[in-house]
């Protein structure tokens, strides 16, 4: 089992930063692919990044903006954000699984584990 537990969301200004951090229980955090996903009100939920042992990838409309990088020897996964719309105001969940391939990794069914998530709120 792993548990995943969100932090570093909050209310920011459109044009702002915010670090998203995931830290994960367990022993076997490296042998983990990681990803974040959103959910905007009324919406469903999208993929926003993951990272693996040897790939990130991005939506496209993140690109450029947010990056994902994850430090192993603390079990924490990162999602830098940088200038924020307000189109980007939803609730971030950190995910993983299992592997560390980049099959499908965009895919919401493919992940395991889910954290509660924290709430992103981008002021225009």
């Known amino acids: 089992q792993v548990q995943l537990v969100e932090s570093g969301g909050g209310l920011v200004q459109a044009g702002g930063s915010l670090r998203l951090s995931c830290v994960a229980s367990g022993r076997t955090f490296s042998t983990h692919s990681m990803a974040w996903f959103r959910q905007a009100p009324g919406k469903e939920r999208e993929f926003v990044a993951s990272?693996?042992?040897?790939?990130?990838y991005y939506a496209d409309s993140m690109k450029g903006r947010f990056t994902i990088s994850r430090d192993n020897a603390k079990n924490t996964v990162y999602l830098q954000m940088d200038s924020l719309k307000a189109e980007d105001t939803a609730v971030y969940y950190c995910a993983a699984r299992s592997g560390l391939s980049g099959l499908r990794s965009s895919e919401i069914t493919s992940y395991n584990y889910w954290g509660q998530g924290t709430q992103v709120t981008v002021s225009s």
């Open positions: 990272v693996g042992g040897y790939y990130t």
